[in-house]
């Protein structure tokens, strides 16, 4: 089945540490984006892709990375400047550059706690 | 970037219609107004979308006002199961070759028996 995975669903880690969430997707979507939901909260744009070995920041992105080596891997690295990391980050992609027409598929989230 | 605004919260009996209104008064000709919703600690889920006439399928109905500047999104006969946070966003096609999505806070739908 095609789909988005997220992995890990939860993932503890010490204050200062960098950690870096997987996103792999099978639907062969151009674009892919990451988000960050905090309790209670709507979702924030931290950094999208359109296309391999291009990306651009989105509303949030100051203490994230983001790289897109492959068209199917998008991984975010959190990184230790990054004041209030725990959260619930979520994984999305979408077909097609400019292609308005077309719906998001999610993942499942990766739950991030740092202690 | 075309804005949406939706009530925080809603209620509705289970059996009835739920119907959840959202303005985005600043869309632009071309952007597409899409919903999803997410149940607690999910990804969101794909719903339904549209431009300018109303949509119908197998979950909901979407209804676009003739200006564009609002549109609401009909559960006919809501469920327990369609408690969740409802989401309405504009997809922009910001600069260059990428396109957004940008959410709001969204409408939290409280089916009750």
């Known amino acids: 089945d095609g789909g988005i995975t997220q992995s890990p669903k939860y993932l503890f880690r010490k204050e200062g540490q960098n950690v870096t969430l997987s996103c792999e997707q099978n639907l062969n979507h151009d674009a892919m984006y990451w988000y960050r939901q905090d309790p209670g909260q709507g979702l924030r744009l931290i950094y999208y892709?359109?296309?391999?070995?291009?990306?651009q920041k989105g509303d949030i992105a100051e203490g994230y990375s983001v790289s897109r080596e492959k068209k199917e891997s998008f991984p975010l690295t959190v990184t230790s400047a990054q004041k209030n990391p725990t959260a619930f980050y979520l994984c999305?992609?979408?077909?097609?550059?400019?292609?308005?027409?077309?719906?998001?598929?999610f993942g499942q989230g990766t739950r991030l706690t740092v202690v | 970037d075309a804005k949406t605004t939706q009530p925080p919260s809603m209620d509705c009996a289970e059996g009835r219609a739920a119907n959840l209104p959202c303005n985005h008064s600043?869309?632009?000709?071309?952007?597409?107004v899409y919903w999803y919703r997410q149940i607690h600690s999910q990804g969101p889920q794909y719903i339904i979308h549209g431009l300018k006439n109303n949509e119908t399928n197998e979950m909901a109905s979407l209804i676009i006002t003739e200006d564009r500047k609002s549109s609401t999104l009909i559960l006919p006969h809501a469920t327990l199961r369609d408690t969740a946070v409802y989401y309405c966003i504009v997809r922009v096609a910001s600069s260059g070759t990428a396109s957004k999505l940008t959410f709001g806070t969204g409408t939290r739908l409280q089916v009750t028996l």
């Open positions: 892709s359109q296309i391999v070995n291009d990306f």
């Open positions: 999305a992609s979408t077909r097609g550059m400019g292609q308005l027409n077309t719906e998001a598929f």
């Open positions: 600043t869309i632009s000709g071309n952007e597409y």
